[in-house]
């Protein structure tokens, strides 16, 4: 049986592979918690994201954005609740980024 890795797995890889930066969003836009960088929506690329559901909790619903950006040389993560754990603080960026992925 083939099991799924989970968030921190997923971090673990990611961080292994570059994506170094923890995006924290602020308003509208991603700031760097180990830089001084803010990015807007039109600055960065997701690369790849993933959705994470906990086993017995739904509330333990989260979303893993691996983000990059060409201008700074930069990749990062950022992890965000999603559904009834999504804050309405940033909306407007949660949007921009999901219009990215498609």
Same mark, same amino acid.
């Given at each position: 049986?083939?099991?799924?890795?989970?968030? /921190?797995?997923?971090?673990?890889?990611?961080?292994?592979?570059?994506?170094?930066?923890?995006?924290?969003?602020?308003?509208?836009?991603?700031?760097?918690?180990? /830089?001084?960088?803010?990015?807007?929506?039109?600055?960065?690329?997701?690369?790849?994201?993933?959705?994470?559901?906990?086993? /017995?909790?739904?509330?333990?619903?989260?979303?893993?954005?691996?983000?990059?950006?060409?201008?700074?040389?930069?990749?990062?993560?950022? &992890?965000?609740?999603?559904?009834? /754990?999504?804050?309405? &603080?940033?909306?407007?960026?949660?949007?921009?980024?999901?219009?990215?992925?498609?």
């Amino acid at each position: 049986m083939h099991t799924l890795p989970t968030l /921190s797995e997923t971090l673990a890889q990611f961080k292994n592979a570059g994506y170094t930066e923890d995006f924290n969003l602020n308003g509208d836009y991603l700031a760097g918690q180990r /830089s001084a960088i803010r990015l807007a929506p039109n600055e960065f690329v997701v690369d790849q994201h993933f959705r994470f559901e906990g086993l /017995s909790d739904p509330a333990d619903e989260t979303v893993l954005y691996a983000i990059s950006c060409a201008r700074f040389n930069l990749k990062g993560t950022l &992890v965000n609740g999603y559904g009834a /754990s999504s804050g309405e &603080v940033a909306d407007c960026l949660i949007r921009a980024i999901s219009e990215q992925t498609r």
